[in-house]
Nanobody
Framework: QVQLVESGGGLVQPGGSLRLSCAAS????????MGWYRQAPGKQRELVAR???????NYADSVKGRFTISRDNAKNAVHLQMNSLTPEDTAVYYC?????????????WGQGTQVTVSS
Protein backbone atom coordinates (compact mmCIF):
# COMPACT_ATOMS: atom_id res chain seq x y z
CA GLN A 1 0.00 0.00 0.00
CA VAL A 2 1.04 3.61 -0.56
CA GLN A 3 0.56 6.41 1.95
CA LEU A 4 0.49 10.09 1.04
CA VAL A 5 0.95 12.66 3.78
CA GLU A 6 0.17 16.29 3.02
CA SER A 7 1.25 19.38 4.87
CA GLY A 8 1.25 23.14 4.51
CA GLY A 9 -2.41 24.06 4.43
CA GLY A 10 -3.92 26.79 6.57
CA LEU A 11 -5.47 30.20 6.67
CA VAL A 12 -4.00 33.00 4.59
CA GLN A 13 -5.12 36.47 3.59
CA PRO A 14 -5.96 37.32 -0.03
CA GLY A 15 -2.78 37.97 -1.96
CA GLY A 16 -0.78 35.73 0.32
CA SER A 17 1.13 32.53 -0.36
CA LEU A 18 1.18 28.95 0.85
CA ARG A 19 3.31 25.98 -0.01
CA LEU A 20 1.76 22.53 0.08
CA SER A 21 3.87 19.42 0.33
CA CYS A 22 3.05 15.76 -0.10
CA ALA A 23 5.35 12.85 0.66
CA ALA A 24 4.70 9.30 -0.44
CA SER A 25 5.83 6.17 1.36
CA UNK A 26 5.12 2.46 1.36
CA UNK A 27 5.07 0.11 -1.60
CA UNK A 28 6.42 2.47 -4.23
CA UNK A 29 7.64 1.04 -7.52
CA UNK A 30 7.23 3.21 -10.60
CA UNK A 31 5.51 6.54 -10.06
CA UNK A 32 3.97 8.13 -13.12
CA UNK A 33 2.09 11.38 -12.56
CA MET A 34 1.92 13.29 -9.28
CA GLY A 35 -0.27 16.26 -8.62
CA TRP A 36 -2.96 18.10 -6.76
CA TYR A 37 -6.72 18.27 -6.94
CA ARG A 38 -8.97 20.51 -4.91
CA GLN A 39 -12.59 20.48 -3.87
CA ALA A 40 -14.49 23.52 -2.70
CA PRO A 41 -17.78 23.24 -0.80
CA GLY A 42 -20.61 22.34 -3.15
CA LYS A 43 -18.27 21.87 -6.11
CA GLN A 44 -16.74 18.93 -7.89
CA ARG A 45 -13.14 17.96 -7.33
CA GLU A 46 -10.95 19.61 -9.96
CA LEU A 47 -7.39 19.12 -11.11
CA VAL A 48 -5.17 21.98 -10.00
CA ALA A 49 -1.78 20.88 -11.30
CA ARG A 50 0.12 17.75 -12.23
CA UNK A 51 3.67 16.85 -13.09
CA UNK A 52 4.64 13.82 -15.13
CA UNK A 53 7.54 11.49 -14.47
CA UNK A 54 9.41 13.38 -17.18
CA UNK A 55 8.83 16.73 -15.53
CA UNK A 56 6.11 18.11 -17.81
CA UNK A 57 3.50 20.16 -16.00
CA ASN A 58 -0.16 21.03 -16.50
CA TYR A 59 -2.20 23.61 -14.65
CA ALA A 60 -5.83 24.55 -14.38
CA ASP A 61 -6.47 27.82 -16.21
CA SER A 62 -7.57 29.43 -12.96
CA VAL A 63 -4.15 28.96 -11.34
CA LYS A 64 -1.77 29.48 -14.26
CA GLY A 65 0.85 32.08 -13.45
CA ARG A 66 0.11 31.87 -9.72
CA PHE A 67 0.78 28.25 -8.75
CA THR A 68 3.92 26.22 -9.38
CA ILE A 69 4.15 22.47 -9.00
CA SER A 70 7.45 20.73 -8.41
CA ARG A 71 8.53 17.19 -7.80
CA ASP A 72 11.36 15.58 -5.86
CA ASN A 73 11.77 12.08 -7.26
CA ALA A 74 14.45 11.14 -4.74
CA LYS A 75 12.00 11.78 -1.90
CA ASN A 76 8.83 10.71 -3.71
CA ALA A 77 7.42 14.12 -2.95
CA VAL A 78 5.43 16.77 -4.75
CA HIS A 79 5.02 20.41 -3.80
CA LEU A 80 2.62 23.16 -4.77
CA GLN A 81 3.71 26.76 -4.36
CA MET A 82 0.61 28.95 -4.33
CA ASN A 83 0.98 32.71 -4.74
CA SER A 84 -1.48 35.57 -5.11
CA LEU A 85 -4.16 33.53 -3.42
CA THR A 86 -7.79 34.59 -3.71
CA PRO A 87 -10.90 33.50 -1.80
CA GLU A 88 -11.79 31.37 -4.84
CA ASP A 89 -8.79 29.19 -4.03
CA THR A 90 -10.40 28.12 -0.75
CA ALA A 91 -10.81 24.35 -0.84
CA VAL A 92 -9.54 21.06 0.46
CA TYR A 93 -6.44 20.18 -1.53
CA TYR A 94 -5.65 16.53 -2.21
CA CYS A 95 -2.39 15.21 -3.54
CA UNK A 96 -2.31 12.09 -5.63
CA UNK A 97 0.08 9.86 -7.47
CA UNK A 98 -0.32 7.34 -10.24
CA UNK A 99 1.75 4.22 -10.04
CA UNK A 100 2.29 1.66 -12.76
CA UNK A 101 2.43 -1.95 -11.58
CA UNK A 102 2.67 -4.73 -14.16
CA UNK A 103 1.25 -2.41 -16.80
CA UNK A 104 -1.75 -1.33 -14.72
CA UNK A 105 -2.23 2.17 -13.32
CA UNK A 106 -3.15 2.66 -9.69
CA UNK A 107 -4.06 6.02 -8.17
CA UNK A 108 -3.43 6.88 -4.53
CA TRP A 109 -4.76 9.87 -2.60
CA GLY A 110 -3.75 11.90 0.39
CA GLN A 111 -6.18 12.72 3.16
CA GLY A 112 -6.56 16.33 2.10
CA THR A 113 -5.42 19.61 3.59
CA GLN A 114 -7.62 22.65 4.06
CA VAL A 115 -6.64 25.93 2.42
CA THR A 116 -8.70 28.94 3.44
CA VAL A 117 -8.15 32.35 1.87
CA SER A 118 -9.92 35.03 3.84
CA SER A 119 -9.36 38.43 5.36
Amino acid sequence: QVQLVESGGGLVQPGGSLRLSCAASGSIFTIDDMGWYRQAPGKQRELVARVTSGGSTNYADSVKGRFTISRDNAKNAVHLQMNSLTPEDTAVYYCYLDQIIRGLQYTYWGQGTQVTVSS
